[in-house]
């Protein structure tokens, strides 16, 4: 595509970090790199403690075992989501219960969730969508009703940077997932972080990515020799991942403001349509600090939704349409259940179209609005 959906540019220290890497042939996952991003992330969340992964999924996977939850345990996901928040639960055995979604927010409803806990529920996995924050606190207090036991793990993989009433979003839960896939704000191809909020996770959180050996507390001298001691994953990422990865999280404020600037362009430029119905525009709240990581319009149906995306293909434009809804696909339908009419993720996954959004897409935005405008002009 000439105008692609998204791109990673380098903006820092990219280069100098891996070379440094190649040149001492320090690539073991356990360096220096390593430890820096994880000092940024516990940092930026005020967290327990962050744990690099090598996918957002990783993180995910590593929540669901640090939950040990197995056969006969539900958890409650939204169904407009990526199959990464659902398999890590699956994963376990457990039982995948799907809710709508907020036709606002795109995310998780917290009346929905309501009516899906029961005696069994044990994690409830909102995602926060574009970025958006979820209504942990309303969450937080219906599953409260049930059991003060029940986790709430966030699927943060769009949300680093974005804040609400200044508090980093991903921060509020017991568990959240960071992605750095090439198609994230941050990114270095594909990494993750495990972000612990709750201090009872984090001890865990470290054997569990160590192939459950106790090889971080032998290395910080806390036992005289390390051994197997729980089940566990090989999580960590190389330190050519993370050298990449740390140039990156050096720069996300100006990332951010970059991908926000071309975000606000995309808002101002389509007032007009969204005044004459054609289009919604994303609805951000007063307190919250958009991440920008994704400019979508929601368009009144699904035959002009594909004929919009057709239209822009054929210009060299790149702007793909999001979630099938997991409730209904082949394995959504073996592994779960939905709760309620589905209604809005139904609507929303039929209707949503993204547009290019990247570092320096700028250039290119009058265009790919003009060739929006043109598209509604004749439909
Ligand atoms: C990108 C994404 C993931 C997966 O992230 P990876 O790092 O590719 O594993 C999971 N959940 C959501 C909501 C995502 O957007």
């Not at 568990?175 to 972080?193: M, R």
Request: charged content about 25%; overall charge negative; proline content about 4%.
């Amino acid at each position: 595509m000439r105008i692609p959906f998204n791109k990673c540019v380098p903006v820092g220290n990219e280069i100098n970090y891996v070379s440094e890497v190649v040149s001492t042939g320090e690539f073991g996952a356990s360096g220096t790199y390593k430890s820096r991003c994880e000092t940024w992330l516990k940092d930026h969340f005020d967290a327990a403690d962050a744990v690099m992964t090598q996918s957002c999924t990783a993180a995910l996977e590593m929540a669901a075992m640090l939950a040990n939850i197995g056969p006969g345990d539900e958890v409650i996901l939204p169904s407009f989501t990526f199959s990464s928040t659902a398999n890590a639960f699956a994963l376990r055995g457990s039982k995948l219960v799907f809710v709508d979604i907020d036709p606002v927010t795109l995310n998780i409803d917290p009346t929905q969730v309501e009516k899906a806990l029961s005696e069994k529920t044990r994690v409830i996995v909102p995602v926060n969508y574009a970025g958006q924050p979820c209504d942990i606190a309303a969450i937080r207090d219906k599953a409260n009703k049930v059991s003060k036991d029940i986790l709430i793990i966030e699927d943060s993989a769009q949300a680093l940077m974005a804040y609400e009433n200044n508090k980093p979003v991903g921060s509020q839960s017991d568990l959240a997932t960071i992605s750095f896939h090439n198609t994230k704000n941050i990114a270095c191809g594909e990494g993750g972080a495990l972000i612990v909020n709750n201090e009872k996770f984090r001890k865990r959180s470290y054997i569990l990515s160590e192939k459950g050996t106790n090889r971080k507390a032998f290395f910080l001298g806390e036992i005289d020799k390390y051994s197997w001691v729980d089940i566990g994953t090989s999580a960590i990422p190389s330190e050519l991942t993370s050298a990449l990865l740390l140039a990156q999280l050096e720069k996300a404020k100006e990332i951010t403001e970059k991908r926000r600037e071309a975000w606000d362009m995309y808002y101002d430029a389509f007032e007009d349509l969204e005044r004459t119905g054609s289009v919604k525009r994303p609805q951000i709240a007063e307190n919250v600090y958009n991440n920008a990581h994704m400019f979508y319009l929601l368009i009144n149906s699904n035959e002009t939704r594909n004929k919009l995306i057709r239209s822009l293909k054929e210009k060299g434009i790149s702007a793909p349409f999001h979630y099938i809804p997991l409730h209904s696909a082949p394995a959504g339908l073996k592994l779960g259940e939905a709760i309620g009419d589905m209604s809005v993720t139904n609507r929303i996954s039929q209707t949503l179209i993204r547009l290019p959004l990247w570092y320096g897409v700028d250039q290119y935005i009058p265009e790919i609005v003009d060739s929006i405008r043109d598209f509604f002009a004749s439909n």
